[in-house]
């Protein structure tokens, strides 16, 4: 799994309530027709998605929790896949889909991976949806011990606790979901920043621009670590 954050822990894996079971298998077809994809699109649902089942619809009909705007409903679809790797083309094809918050299970080989972006209405079209990067467990195995759902008060404060259990960076006091995502791709983006200059610092061979290179390589470490605490 390319561009994911990944997180080594199981509390992301949740024990659904019983009551809001859905097990509805999607037609792969249906989702892409519906979303305009390419050819390349299609045949990345073809060689990677086995099947995607709608397996979970967390609403208030199904588990007593009021709305939030924003999240009139969540929903968890598990999808097995014919490979461990799938390209993150194909999540964001099914979110631009379906018209609510999605937290995905992937299944291959006896074993699973949380995965979900976060999803909220664009502020200036609320019929838009935009999405951040993707946050992500490590593969478990399928049988691993799940937890107990998390309490919350409506379906947008359970959708943001279950989101912060696959967020690796901790939020700081009083930060909001929407700041500690932007500040996590933040971090993503600095990093490979640092990446980009300790390549350049290992190819060059002048000792002047060596010094200067270094020196900035110096900084960006800084304002990566300010970042991520």
Not at 21 to 36: A, C, D, M, Q
Not at 95 to 123: C, H
Not at 212 to 221: P, Q, S, V, Y
Request: hydrophobic share 40%.
């Amino acid at each position: 799994m390319s561009q994911s954050a990944q997180f080594e822990s199981n509390t992301a894996f949740i024990n659904y309530p019983k009551q809001a079971v859905f097990g509805r298998t999607l037609p792969k077809n249906k989702i892409y027709e519906h979303s305009g994809a390419n050819t390349r699109l299609k045949d990345l649902f073809v060689e990677q998605v086995e099947q995607i089942v709608w397996q979970y619809k967390l609403a208030p009909e199904t588990i007593n929790l009021p709305a939030r705007l924003g999240v009139p409903e969540l929903q968890i679809f598990s999808i097995q896949l014919k490979t461990s790797e799938l390209n993150l083309d194909v999540l964001r094809c099914i979110d631009g889909a379906v018209q609510f918050p999605i937290i995905f299970e992937l299944n291959f080989d006896g074993r699973t991976k949380v995965i979900a972006a976060y999803k909220r209405p664009n502020e200036s079209d609320a019929s838009r949806w935009v999405l951040s990067d993707y946050f992500a467990t490590a593969w478990l195995p399928s049988d691993c011990e799940r937890a107990a759902m998390p309490l919350a008060l409506d379906l947008g404060g359970l959708y943001e606790q279950l989101l912060h259990r696959l967020i690796p960076t901790p939020a700081r006091l009083q930060e909001s979901l929407a700041d500690l995502v932007a500040r996590v791709e933040m971090v993503a983006a600095k990093q490979r920043e640092v990446e980009k200059v300790t390549s350049r610092l290992a190819k060059e061979k002048q000792f002047n621009r060596k010094v200067e290179i270094n020196a900035k390589l110096r900084m960006l470490k800084i304002e990566l670590e300010e970042l991520k605490h």
